[in-house]
């Protein structure tokens, strides 16, 4: 499985950005795709998943703000971040892993994912 994270960058505080995590990912698998994120000496935190029957969930700091998508017909999952604060600044990566059921609720634990992106770096300007 191979990850392809993109969409990071340059923004002010209260703009947008959306990620894309491309992957070759097998249809006859069941995958949680993930999103974390690490800020400069800090751990690296779960921001947000999806299951393969569509489930989302976000992390408390990101909810209401932040939306994870997918598009089957590209192989590709996103996430749209909205009303960026400068304390979303951080490198943030793509991960999956594999699971028994479609409707498995994803884990936080970034060490419970086996497939990762390269990383894309947002920076959010005050």
């Known amino acids: 499985v191979q990850l392809q994270a993109s969409g990071g960058g340059l923004v002010q505080a209260g703009g947008s950005l959306r990620l894309s995590c491309a992957g070759s990912l097998s249809t006859g698998t069941n995958y949680i795709v993930g999103w974390f994120r690490q800020a400069p000496g800090k751990e690296r935190e779960f921001v947000a998943a999806?299951?393969?029957?569509?489930?989302?969930y976000m992390a408390n700091s990101v909810e209401g703000r932040f939306t994870i998508s997918r598009d089957n017909a590209k192989n590709t999952v996103y996430l749209q971040m909205n009303s960026l604060k400068p304390e979303d600044t951080a490198v943030y990566y793509c991960a999956a892993r594999n699971t028994a059921s479609r409707r498995t609720v994803p884990t936080q634990n970034f060490r419970d994912y086996r497939y990762w992106g390269q990383g894309t770096l947002v920076t959010v300007s005050s």
């Open positions: 999806i299951n393969w029957s569509g489930s989302t």
